[in-house]
């Protein structure tokens, strides 16, 4: 269709597999004549994905599943071995640490470079160079080689570079797993003010919070192969799902924990339950709490319940509904949540509340309250579903 800016039709990738100086000199033979190699390994296979403008794209899978090699596919650092690509646009990647850099250049010079290889003339360049600057935030380090820099720094120069012209569609490699606090909140809100500004987004990602916060649609790779295709929400839970049982049941991760016992970090200072420990199957259970926030800004709160045991059993947090805690003092924020018929069944739980930062990428916070369910049942699990039996009879 006209306006399709991503095509892929069972796209793959197959590469040479050579174990000895033979086994070259034998792969050379075969391309000499026009054959392709004899022993490959296939990094991916059979991926067809559309997406359109405005679209965002988490690709998520175990590592070796081919989701680095579909990235670099899309944005032309590799070809395909088979199978159809077409890009409507210009395209923003950043990839692997430092690709397009050179280590002897300044990070000034490297802007050029970069700016160059990604197709930025000059004119725009200089439009933009004070944004670039400002954003990678390498203060006197601009002028020294990139060589000596960190694996963050790198990172912050590659992004700013990357956005600054705001590309057709924007391709991101774990860039949220690497930098220091700061850099990440900054990549965050760009990335959102990009989306809610019609820019398209693919996004590696390990993370699941992330590729929920930020992407419609996610692609599950498996081995090379497409596992599952369709909303974030649903594809991710489905990929978390299989890596518990996989594991035998570990905990997936909401955004990395920071703790701390100053003032200086979200915290949640107060926890309640009402009517209190103890609340019958069915009944209403509200959490109230109150948290704090260094900062003046409304902090994210993630409210959970775990059984005695630790098996997760849910969580919501104020962003995935669009609410903020309500502001109470200049640092201090409350918050209100109520399960109207609580669905636990009987036994022992815990509610624990989470105060994130308003970006909600770092936990830094929790405080958790005792909770028994009272209440007969003879159903197995942790919660009631609303069910009915059909076309049965009751015994006598």
């Known amino acids: 269709m006209s306006d399709t800016l991503l095509d892929l039709e069972q796209v793959g990738k197959d590469y040479a597999k050579v174990e000895s100086r033979g086994g070259r000199l034998a792969l050379v033979w075969d391309l000499l004549r026009g054959r392709g190699a004899s022993h490959a390994f296939t990094a991916l296979d059979g991926v067809t994905l559309t997406m359109r403008p405005g679209e965002s794209l988490g690709v998520i899978g175990e590592n070796g599943a081919g989701k680095s090699t579909l990235l670099k596919i899309v944005a032309g650092v590799i070809k395909p071995t088979r199978g159809t690509l077409r890009v409507g646009g210009r395209v923003g990647a950043l990839l692997e640490l430092g690709s397009g850099f050179h280590p002897e250049y300044t990070g000034a010079q490297n802007i050029d470079l970069a700016a160059a290889l990604l197709g930025i003339t000059a004119a725009e360049l200089a439009e933009r160079r004070d944004e670039i600057v400002r954003f990678a935030d390498l203060g006197p380090h601009l002028d020294d080689p990139i060589k000596h820099y960190s694996s963050g720094m790198v990172v912050r120069l590659g992004f700013a570079v990357a956005t600054a012209l705001s590309p057709d569609i924007l391709i991101t490699d774990e860039v949220l797993a690497v930098g ?32 929920q916060k930020l992407c419609r649609h996610a692609l599950w790779l498996r081995a090379g192969r497409v596992e599952r295709y369709g909303p974030a929400i649903e594809v991710t839970q489905a990929y978390l799902a299989w890596h518990e049982e996989k594991s035998g049941g570990s905990k997936a991760a909401r955004p990395g924990v920071h703790t701390g016992e100053g003032p200086d970090v979200h915290r949640v200072k107060a926890l309640s339950l009402e009517p209190g420990e103890f609340v019958r199957i069915g009944a209403p259970l509200t959490v109230r709490g109150e948290a704090y926030s260094p900062d003046g800004r409304a902090p ?97």
Not at 182 to 204: D, I, P
Not at 329 to 343: K, N
Not at 350 to 367: I, K, N, Q, S, T
């Open 300 to 396: 994210v709160v993630l409210v959970g319940i775990v059984r005695a045991d630790g098996t997760p059993v849910y969580g919501v947090a104020t962003d995935m509904d669009g609410v903020a805690p309500e502001r109470v003092a200049a640092d201090r924020y409350a918050f209100t949540l109520v399960f109207c018929e609580l669905a636990l069944l009987p036994g022992k739980y815990f509610v624990r509340a989470h105060a994130l930062d308003p970006e909600g990428v770092y936990l830094f916070d929790h405080v958790e309250l005792p909770l028994t369910v009272t209440g007969e049942s003879r159903e197995l699990g942790l919660v009631r579903l609303a069910h009915r039996w059909e076309g049965s009879g009751s015994r006598g």
């Open 180 to 211: 220091d606090e700061s850099f990440q909140k900054r990549c965050m809100a760009w990335m959102e003010n990009y989306l809610a500004g019609g820019g398209t987004l693919l996004l590696c990602s390990h993370s699941m919070y992330h590729v």
